[in-house]
């Protein structure tokens, strides 16, 4: 695809178009390996110009969100999204955490590769997994998986502090920049080993673990508040199976919650 | 111009094609996840029937230049090979994205296309012999094929020595010379280009570098590969799996799947073992001292060791040793292990012999290598604990990515045969990841009462207890009924861990959810239903497919129902992704390519060509297409059916395909000189009556034999086969005389029908076993080889 037709491609953007955008968009995807098609578009989407583009994107994003929300409440045991969640969803621009060739496919409602083997999780389930992480201005939030740098940017516009481990090099050195440059002060990043947590930074609010990990690391749970929530998402790429959620109940003693984020019954009504 | 057709070069061409098809099965069980057999035999039938169609249309333009283009066609072979594997390997084909992004499909359509080509190749170059050397078809053809059964057996021979990389450059080399033998064998001049394709012959063998494979970068070990301060320490090939130990000494690999959230011990340094990039288990340092290994006692599969006191035990699947250890830590009296790659055994007793403590030297515990099922089926002993390993990784398993694998250790039968070898107060344990909404825990629970029903036992409910964790489910299964004493330690065991009660006789509602909440006790239902007489009434309802496995239809890990497909596939926006094992999507899908592709490749270009004006009759094109099905769906469920026996897909898709081939080919020669016009029906009844026999013999005869060495099974495993091939080899040659005799105008098309029918026969054959069951696709094959043989008498 030549220049001038991947300007008319851009060209189809135009602000306030709502659900044909989205399509488009969708269909924009299919032409992600186009790298250098990508990169273009990145350049040309992501000038100030054609900011609304994207803000109409995600705000689609959104009503897809909390519509999903709602169909799985009595599932996640939340009737609605926090509105601190929502909004902090609604503030952060996805798709300058996704590789320039999918910048295009940010706003979709689905899991996007980002590189060595990791994914960024689909939106929903990030909603998902921040609520039901309870997490409040002033608390301090522990992340082991920082990946593209996308959830520990929401957790930032809520929380007072986030602290985030990533063991992949390359990835967390991107993320740690891209989220400096985005000017999330109150986000520390760090690569390495995430086993032993932040010790200097502890205790936790609520701690994240989207790194896979056969078991929950003893450490991490000594660095979790008594009344915190640890939450880790489990399955392969592409595929959360279920959530988990772990309480620690002030007397030290540990809950946890399997949470199906979807609203499936497995067996049938009955006769 | 020579008289005398290349039989060296033919046959050696044969070697490449087999050894090629047999390579890739191994090739794309490393890169992807799952062996892809049907896939590979598709386009293999794709390529040769493409070939034909080719033949027919250019044969007059060709025919001047015959030698030439035989030569050619070998050297393109050579270079096709590798070369389309490569650049197979460049589509970035994720299964996992399947769902996800349609585009995932053109991928797949891409790297089916691609594997077609060298057989396109190799199917020109055997085709144009049959066609310029016709009255020496039958000698030809000898070459052909005692060609195909050496490069298909001998692959795995060749596997055993080197990797599967350098074997596809040695295909590439054996394809050069077969092109330099050509030039001699078909007196070409100049002379120099056998010189020449010598040399290149030469050169491809030693001094091109072996392809790099690259795996998924979703697969397992891709994944530890990227993690700071990962490195590979081993690397062992055979033809069972690419064995890799993966070492990280800045973020130490610390695999105790589902530890309890109450230990607060980790566990000490290990390595990462992988089979084909999936694992990882864990080869964990010992030093003697059993005090930093307590975290094997904080996981599900920990319970056995609370209720039975130094037991003597057995487990299969022993790998790099974990079990064996946790078996060690408790204080077991004796350990027999059962492990079926050599390649781990050595590891552990000589590379890795001093970091795993010298664990299979330990006095008490014997090491095995053998299959696991006909280890337990020739074996006189009695196991106070049978533990089967927990080898698939949690991942690969929760993404369905063995939906359509066929495994024999999970099969009602299997369980029979372990719970035959329990002492009397002994127990069964097994342990399976956690999947939500329960699956494979209910499944395996499914299972389980089945086999106990059928080995006579009246009480199963008062022999089972199930507990789980938040990441484990561990299922016992007691040779006798489970004490009050032993009810209270289990209760004990998951108090203190933080595990919940799933099933243990006369347990109450309300025992479970306790400590990971659920949002329904699944499991608990789950077991109870699956022991009231409403079981089958449960297993129908349940969304998931629960069916317990047996030997006829082994696909423990499917789980797809179309009922649930469209509910499924609506919620994948809203979470639902992971409850869709994409396996199943992905047959549906490389049937529609395969269909499409044959209809395009093979069919299109005939009825676009002169050939449109001899059109077969109805009776002559059912003819061939039947008997394209009905050889496919045989082939395929003896595949599936004999890994069984042969303990490994790659060995079953070897032998069998040999085994087919070979005997289909004395049977056609045979047919050839027999003059009897009647000789179809009499194959065919042949073919019913052998196929009737072996569904009732075969699983009582594998038992019995499922112990013997691998050499012995691999010729008892042909000669059982040769006597359905020999007669599956009749109706082809036996309708093409026929035609011949009739009408030879027509005969292009039978060829292209034939080959369409085997394009989709072997992907739709593998649906139909999954489906149906083995019996049924081998009884289904006699059925159209029926209907065939009414067609016959209707040719004239």
């Known amino acids: 695809m030549g220049f001038q037709e991947a300007v008319e491609v851009i060209g189809i953007y135009s602000p306030g178009q709502g659900r044909e955008i989205y399509a488009t968009i969708y269909w924009e995807k299919n032409l992600k390996r186009h790298f250098a098609l990508g990169a273009l578009l990145t350049f040309a989407l992501t000038l100030p110009s054609h900011g609304d583009e994207f803000n109409a994107a995600r705000s689609m994003m959104m009503e897809e969100v909390l519509a999903d929300t709602a169909a799985t409440s009595s599932y996640s045991g939340r009737t609605a999204l926090d509105p601190r969640v929502a909004a902090a969803m609604s503030k952060v621009e996805r798709h300058r955490f996704v590789p320039g060739a999918l910048a295009a496919s940010a706003y979709l409602n689905r899991p996007l590769p980002i590189g060595y083997g990791q994914t960024i999780s689909q939106p929903f389930i990030v909603a998902l997994m921040t609520d039901l992480m309870h997490v409040k201005a002033g608390d301090r939030v522990l992340e082991i998986g920082t990946g593209s740098g996308y959830q520990a940017a929401i957790l930032a516009e809520i929380a007072n502090s986030v602290y985030s481990i990533e063991i992949i090099e390359p990835l967390g050195k991107q993320a740690g920049e891209r989220l400096e440059s985005l000017g999330y002060r109150n986000v520390k990043t760090r690569v390495g080993d995430g086993y032993y947590g932040w010790p200097e930074a502890s205790p936790f609010d609520a701690i994240i673990v989207t790194a896979a990990a056969s078991h929950v690391p003893p450490p991490l749970l000594k660095q979790l508040k008594p009344g915190g929530r640890m939450v880790i998402p489990l399955g392969a790429q592409f595929m959360t199976q279920y959530l988990m959620l772990v309480e620690k109940q002030p007397d030290g003693s540990v809950t946890t919650r399997q949470i199906l984020p979807v609203r499936f019954v497995p067996l049938t009504g009955g006769h | 111009m020579p008289s005398r057709p290349p039989f060296i070069a033919i046959g050696l061409l044969s070697v490449c094609v087999l050894a090629y098809e047999v390579l890739l099965t191994r090739l794309f069980s490393i890169t992807l996840w799952h062996h892809f057999a049907y896939l590979i035999i598709s386009a293999a039938m794709l390529g040769y029937g493409a070939s034909g169609t080719a033949l027919t249309l250019l044969k007059e333009n060709i025919a001047a230049n015959f030698g030439r283009i035989y030569v050619i066609s070998a050297a393109v072979l050579a270079v096709l090979m590798p070369l389309a594997f490569m650049l197979a390997q460049q589509i970035q084909f994720n299964p996992l994205e399947l769902l996800w992004d349609k585009s995932q499909l053109y991928g797949l359509f891409a790297v089916y296309l691609l594997m077609m080509l060298p057989f396109f190749c190799a199917g020109l170059g055997v085709g144009l012999v049959f066609a310029h050397f016709g009255k020496q078809a039958s000698r030809i053809y000898a070459c052909d094929i005692l060609g195909a059964g050496t490069g298909s057996l001998g692959i795995i021979a060749v596997l055993f020595l080197v990797p599967p990389q350098q074997a596809l450059t040695a295909l590439s080399a054996t394809a050069l010379l077969a092109a330099a033998i050509a030039v001699v064998e078909l007196k070409m001049q100049p002379k120099r280009l056998m010189e020449f394709f010598l040399a290149m012959a030469a050169l491809a063998a030693v001094a091109i570098p072996d392809m790099p494979l690259r795996p998924s970068p979703y697969k397992d070990l ?575």
């Open chain 2, 222 to 796: 891709s994944q530890t590969l990227n993690i700071a301060g990962a490195h590979v320490v081993e690397e062992l090939n055979s033809p069972l799996g690419q064995i890799t130990v993966v070492e990280n000494n800045r973020v130490p690999l610390r695999h105790a799947p589902g530890m309890s959230l109450n230990a607060t011990s980790e566990p000490p340094p290990q390595l990462g073992v992988f089979v084909d990039g999936d694992g990882p288990a864990a080869l964990t340092r010992f030093d003697g001292r059993f005090e930093a290994l307590a975290y094997l006692d904080q996981l599900t599969s920990a319970l056995p060791y609370h209720l039975v006191k130094q037991p003597r035990v057995l487990v299969l699947g022993a790998g790099a040793g974990s079990d064996v250890l946790q078996a060690l830590y408790h204080g077991s009296a004796a350990v027999d292990a059962v492990e079926l790659d050599r390649n781990v055994i050595d590891l552990m007793r000589h590379r890795f012999r001093d970091y795993a403590g010298n664990l299979y030297g330990q006095r008490g515990v014997h090491v095995y290598k053998a299959e696991a099922r006909g280890f337990v089926n020739a074996s006189d002993e009695r196991y106070g604990l049978i533990q089967l390993a927990l080898l698939d990784s949690f991942g690969t398993a929760s993404a369905g990515l063995y939906g359509l694998s066929e495994n024999y250790l999970y099969t009602v039968e299997a369980l029979q045969t372990y719970l035959g070898h329990l002492a009397p107060d002994g127990m069964l344990t097994i342990t399976r990841w956690l999947s939500l909404p329960p699956r494979d825990a209910l499944k395996l629970f499914a299972t389980v009462v089945a086999a106990l029903e059928r080995n006579g036992v009246t009480d199963p409910a008062a022999r089972l207890v199930m507990i789980r964790g938040w990441k484990t489910v561990t299922l016992l299964v007691k040779n006798s009924a489970f004490t009050a004493g032993e009810i209270a330690a289990t209760k004990e065991f998951c108090r203190s861990r933080f595990f919940d009660l799933a099933y243990y006789p006369g347990m109450l509602a309300g025992e479970e959810n306790r400590y990971n909440l659920l949002q329904q006790p699944y499991f608990y239902d789950g077991a109870v239903a699956l022991l009231s007489p409403q079981r089958q009434d449960f297993i129908d309802r349940y969304k998931f497919y629960i069916e317990p496995a047996t030997d006829d239809r082994p696909h423990f890990f499917r789980f797809f129902k179309w009922d649930s497909a469209a509910e499924l596939f609506a919620l994948r926006e809203q979470g639902g992704m992971p409850l869709l094992d994409w396996g199943y999507p992905l047959l549906v899908a490389t049937l529609a390519q395969s269909l499409a592709a044959s209809v395009a490749l093979i069919l299109a270009p005939l009825a676009w060509s002169r050939c449109r004006r001899t059109l077969p009759s109805a009776s002559v094109a059912l003819y061939f297409l039947a008997i394209g099905f009905a050889f496919m769906f045989m082939e395929i469920a003896f595949i599936q059916k004999f890994v069984l026996l042969l303990a490994h897909p790659l060995y079953a898709v070897a032998v069998v395909l040999c085994a087919f081939l070979i005997f289909a080919a004395v049977g056609s020669w045979l047919a050839g000189h027999w003059q009897r016009a009647d000789k179809v029906t009499l194959a065919v009844i042949a073919i019913g009556m052998l196929s009737l026999l072996y569904i009732v013999m075969l699983p009582s005869l594998f038992q019995a034999l499922m112990h013997w060495p691998d050499a012995a099974k691999i010729l008892f495993s042909v000669g059982l086969i040769a006597p359905l091939a020999m007669c599956m080899g009749v109706p082809f040659p036996a309708g093409m005389m026929r035609l011949a005799a009739a009408n030879g105008q027509t005969i292009p098309w039978a060829w292209a029908l034939n080959g369409f029918a085997s394009v989709i026969g072997a992907v739709l054959a593998t649906l139909l076993a999954v489906h149906l069951g083995f019996a049924a696709v081998i009884l289904l094959a006699v059925l159209i080889y029926a209907i065939a043989c009414a067609a016959l008498g209707r040719f004239s």
